[in-house]
């Protein structure tokens, strides 16, 4: 035998893991998110269930009593039945604005910008700078009764409800379109990015006209990010209470409202948590009827 084949026989055997353990392997890479996950989540949800079931009668002097009281959700919808269909409303006109506002500027940012895209980029995520409440309480000052929106409006005699904008269902739609509008356009520009854009000369090689370009080829090609886009912003904007809150009247509130006040002003803890898995279930329906019928398996 040669000296390299001596070498070769002599040395160290290479370690190959156990089978066992490569099988472990992914389920330990899980465990610190799933300790997480049920730590502030799983747990919080189930005790949350716990409390939804309690006797309405109690209060927080007195104390609640486990009563098992299922009719807690059919009270709570029945009594807030406007505020579900509010707040869903709310948050299906609102993601169909960012979509209409936001589509245009990813597309922009994502083929058109050049060498200014990260200047654009930046510009869209610059209001995550500044608080959520911040950004809120300006709109509040720009949408005032002597701010600069209702002064040109007035200037060119549009017609106003109640002849202002602040405390109306526009102001807290306007709100929330800002407050959501990176959400859709970020996911949007990720898949436009994307785009090879041979594909689009292809297209036009083929006599395609600028429409049928968009719609047989860009759009198609862009799904994952639209329906991305359309899920961060309806989920959010569903059960928010601020822009309602800070724009609105109680004729305008929402969902989140209604939870808030009957956590933390109310204390009727029941409703609260009833009306918070409702509202938990609610979506999650809409989530899944939608992606089930756009059909993008990249999302999912």
């Known amino acids: ?12 055997a290479p370690v190959v893991p156990p089978r ?7 389920y330990l890479l899980l465990l610190p998110g799933g300790l997480w996950l049920a730590l502030f989540f799983a747990i919080p949800a189930a005790q949350l269930f716990a409390t939804s079931l309690y006797d309405p009668t109690g209060s927080i002097e007195t104390g609640y009593a486990m009563a098992w009281e299922f009719g807690n959700y059919l009270d709570a919808v029945r009594q807030y039945a406007g505020h579900f269909g509010r707040s869903l409303g709310y948050a299906g006109l609102t993601t169909v604005l960012t979509l209409l506002l936001g589509y245009p500027l990813a597309y922009a940012i994502a083929l058109k910008s050049g060498r200014w895209k990260n200047v654009l980029l930046i510009c869209v995520v610059a209001p995550f700078f500044t608080s959520f409440l911040v950004r809120t309480l300006a709109w509040k000052v720009i949408l005032a009764d002597t701010g600069p929106v209702v002064s040109t409006l007035n200037a060119l ?3 106003l409800p109640d002849g202002r904008l602040l405390a109306t269902a526009p102001a807290v739609i306007a709100g929330l ?3 959501f509008l990176p959400f859709m356009v970020l996911p949007l520009y990720a898949s436009l990015e994307r785009l090879d854009p041979r594909l689009l000369e292809a297209a036009g090689d083929l006599y395609a006209r600028p429409f049928n370009r968009f719609a ?13 886009g359309t899920l961060l912003t309806f989920i959010p904007a569903a059960g928010d209470y601020i822009n309602a809150q800070l724009l609105g009247t109680s004729r305008q509130f929402m969902i989140g409202n209604v939870i808030y006040s009957r956590f933390l002003r109310v204390g009727d803890y029941p409703t609260a948590a009833a009306l918070s898995f409702v509202l938990m279930a609610v979506i999650l329906a809409v989530v899944f009827v939608y992606v089930r019928r756009v059909g993008t398996e990249e999302v999912l």
Request: hydrophobic share 40%; no cysteine.
């Open 1 to 12: 035998m040669s000296a390299l084949g001596q070498l070769v026989s002599s040395g160290p």
């Open 20 to 26: 066992r353990r490569r099988r472990w392997l992914p």
């Open 157 to 159: 005699h549009v017609p």
């Open 177 to 179: 379109v800002y407050n």
């Open 216 to 228: 047989r080829v860009t759009l198609p090609l862009s799904m994952p990010g639209l329906v991305a």
